[in-house]
Each structure stands twice: as structure tokens, then as C-alpha cells.
């Protein structure tokens, strides 16, 4: 079993007088820079000059500096950049400005895990990843609470790693919830297999074909976006708050039997089959291969083409005019 710390298991003292250079600013860097500093600790932003969150960060009250300037000062950097963009920062405006005993951190491991960067072995490094996509992490911090995180530290070269760690997870919130131990290898390769088979990939591709089956035997679209996808919600948000067979206990007799018995139908063994040749291929370094070399080729127009395709589905266009009856903003 994990090991679990919760918030009176760790103290801010490791981290108390220690600047920490959030690197980005977007959707976790946003959060967990705001949540650090209300913590009580010393906290610089480093961003690319005049960048779109440059303003965003100084009018939030952060000291804001290149990313270079923001690691001359720091004791731990906190590297919170996109996965593709992280390298070659780091290799820029990074590197060259390392000290002994600072401290590397992210909140993803894939750099790290896949060698994009490659750290030197005077430095500790560290993971702290909030469970949560950013702007629920500050809500929850500003509600007294906090996001539960996964926690792992890579190279302890300070032998006090685990307690900077610890101390950053605290920091962010995250204890008060409740932190668990891992690894670079466990959170990048479950990271990535969650995103692609099930929370991303595999949602996505179970609507559309389930709209698709309703819509070609002469359902209404609209009907159809309602059963398919609207009150997908509904489930998922029991599912988190009680759990797969407490979600099955709170919905009709008929939802009950019909999913228990034909969900497996559906989702069987040649789909789990599919699944573990998908984790294979993020185990063996394919993926990350494949990955690394499409953006390097086309940036973020390696996606695009899929993007376009799923826009001009039927589904986004009924959904858009289903969404205007539900939602004001």
C-alpha cells in the first residue's frame, strides 16, 4: 500500500525560507503560485517577457521575472510549463543557473521519466501533482480545503527531499486533503493510460459512437446529445462521490440491471485487450517516442487535424445549440 501524509503529518519548515520560482503561469501555475504565497512562503513567477501571463501574474501581486532571472534567485523550481515546452527551457534559461542543492520540481514526470531533461546530480528532485485541474485547486484552497496530490522525489542529492516535497505539497493545500507517495515511472506511465483509454480517448470515442448508434436508428440528435452526453455528468459525478457500486445504488432499478448487465457487453475483453496494448506502447517509451517526435515536427498543429474532425461532428453542432438552453455564460 501507498503511504498517505495528511496535513498535520508535515511542517512548512523546510520550505519556510526557501523562494520557490513557479515557472508558467496557466492553468496550475495560476493556482499553485497564488496558494504558495497565501501559505506564507516566498514565491517569484517566472515567465517568458511580456508574455500573455505576464501582466495576469504581476496584477495578482507576484514579483515576475524571466525564467532565468526567476532560477538565479530560487531554491526550488517549480517547473509547471506544457510537457513539450519543458526541455527546451529548461535547457535555456535553466540550466546555466543552477546551484547546488536547488531543488527541480514538477507536477508532471514525464521530463524527467522519458530523459527530455536530463538534471544534473547536485540538485534534489521532486514531484508534487494536485489530482485536480487548477482552478479547482485554488477553490478548494480558498474553501479552507485542498486537492489531493501524488507525491515522489527522484534524486535526493540534499537528503532533504522528501521534507521539501512534502513541505511544497503542504503549501499548495494538498495535504489538507491528503498526499500519496509515488514515482516518475508510476505517475507519467498511469498519467498517460488514464488520459488515453479512459478520462479522454476512451470517454470521447464511447459519446461519439453511442450518439452515432441513436442518431442512425432515427433518434433525434438532440435526444440523442441529452442520453449520450449531457447527463454523463450526473454519473460521473456520483461515481466520484460514492464510488462505481454507490453510483449504481443511487439510479433507477432499470439503469441498475440494464448497465450491470450490458456495460460489460460493450465495454468486454477485446476493448481490456486494446487497453493493454495502449499501456504497452506508453511502457516501451513508443508513445513518448512517437510524441516528441510529432511536435518537434508540426507543434501544436500535430493535433489540429484531429480537432478539425471532431468540430464538424453532428455532436459538437447539437451540442452547441443544447448548451444555449442549459448554460448562461
Known sequence: ???????????LDAIKD?????????IQGHAQANNLRDSGIKVVVGLKKDGKSWNRAKDDGHDVMSVSEATKIADIIHILIPDMEQARVYNEEIKPYLRDGNALSFSHGAAIHWQWII???NVDVIMVAPK?????VRELYLENFGTPAIVAVEQDYTKKAWDRCLALAKGIGCTRAGVIETTFKEETETDWFGEQVDLCGGVHALILNAFETLVEAG??????????????KLITDLIQRNGISGMYERVSETARYGGLTRGPRVIDKNVKRRMKEVLEEIQSGKFAEEWFSIYEKEGKQAFEKYMKELREHEIEKVGSKVRSLIWRD
Open 132 to 136: 485536480a485541474p487548477g482552478q479547482r
Open 119 to 121: 538534471p544534473p546530480k
Open 219 to 232: 433518434y433525434k440528435p438532440e435526444i440523442a446529445y441529452f442520453e449520450c452526453l449531457h447527463e454523463l
Open 18 to 26: 526557501q523562494v520557490v520560482a513557479v515557472m508558467g503561469y496557466g
Open 1 to 11: 500500500m501507498a503511504k498517505i501524509w495528511k496535513d498535520e503529518d508535515v511542517k
